[in-house]
């Protein structure tokens, strides 16, 4: 999606508004705001302890903004507990992978189906014939993504034996399988060589093309986020220091000092 297209009046599909959080004495976020509009691939960057991951946690709602707002087509979102927000269309992985290591590469993108299915321990224990129904619709579901990611050949494998770069496309299968509006990517590159983030800037835009998906990516490695990115938006000591189009945000001076210092410093 290109700028001119952002900038058509289109409503954002997520808006956050002024958004602090304080942790005793830390400031770690500092009245951040910024759009992320529908099908856009957004690039979340900055130093250490620029405030990312807590921005991170604060959309997923593990953390409670102290205050400002954050919106999802118009509604806030801030009132909803973590294990909620997946029925709103909020999917995410995580930097440490996340995932159940005892259980089968099958059984873990099952379990990313629970937000879109509405059985309960009744229903299951009589075996009724909806829930048998939507039993065969999340086995098909699975079985679409492992082929999608190509995890076919080790989709009864358990996940503890599998090499780190399989285990985040399991997460990843895990994370689509709920059918998020957004997708929120923290550090997907990690632990990867270099031909695997290649492979997985190639994936992460192809998700973004195939399934009309809403990417926010918070991600270290320049390389990819400048590869991939329509929008980014950097941050340091908690403050949004510059926001554009990935060409702008590099040039950027103040992005250029908080990355490499500068003689003054």
């Not at 829930?131 to 050949?153: F, G, I, P, Q």
Request: proline share 4%; glycine share 8%; hydrophobic share 45%.
């Amino acid at each position: 999606m290109t700028q001119a297209q952002l900038a058509q009046g289109t409503a954002p599909l997520l808006a956050v508004r002024d958004v602090s959080v304080v942790f005793g004495g830390i400031v770690a976020l500092n009245g951040v705001t910024f759009d992320m509009h529908k099908g856009q691939i957004l690039g979340l960057i900055g130093p250490n302890g620029a405030g990312k991951t807590t921005l991170f946690n604060c959309l997923s709602r593990l953390y409670q903004p102290s205050s400002g707002d954050i919106l999802m087509e118009g509604v806030s979102i801030l009132s909803r507990p973590p294990h909620r927000i997946a029925e709103i269309g909020i999917g995410r992985t995580f930097q440490n992978v996340a995932l159940f290591p005892n259980l089968s590469v099958m059984d873990n993108v099952r379990v990313g189906t629970h937000a879109r299915t509405s059985s309960d321990i009744i229903s299951d224990s009589l075996k009724l014939a909806w829930v048998r129904r939507s039993e065969a619709s999340v086995n098909r579901k699975a079985k679409e993504l492992l082929a999608y990611l190509d995890l076919e050949d080790v989709a009864h494998t358990v996940v503890a034996g599998l090499p780190f770069g399989t285990q985040k496309r399991v997460e990843l299968a895990r994370a689509l399988a709920a059918d998020p509006k957004i997708l929120l990517l923290d550090e997907p590159a990690g632990g990867l060589n270099h031909e695997e983030v290649h492979v997985l800037g190639d994936l992460i835009r192809r998700i973004r093309d195939d399934r009309h998906m809403t990417v926010l990516l918070v991600e270290h490695h320049m390389g990819l986020v400048m590869s991939i990115a329509d929008h980014v938006v950097a941050l340091n000591f908690g403050k949004k220091l510059a926001e554009g189009t990935p060409a702008q945000v590099q040039a950027n001076p103040d992005v250029i000092k908080a990355y490499l210092g500068s003689k003054d410093q």
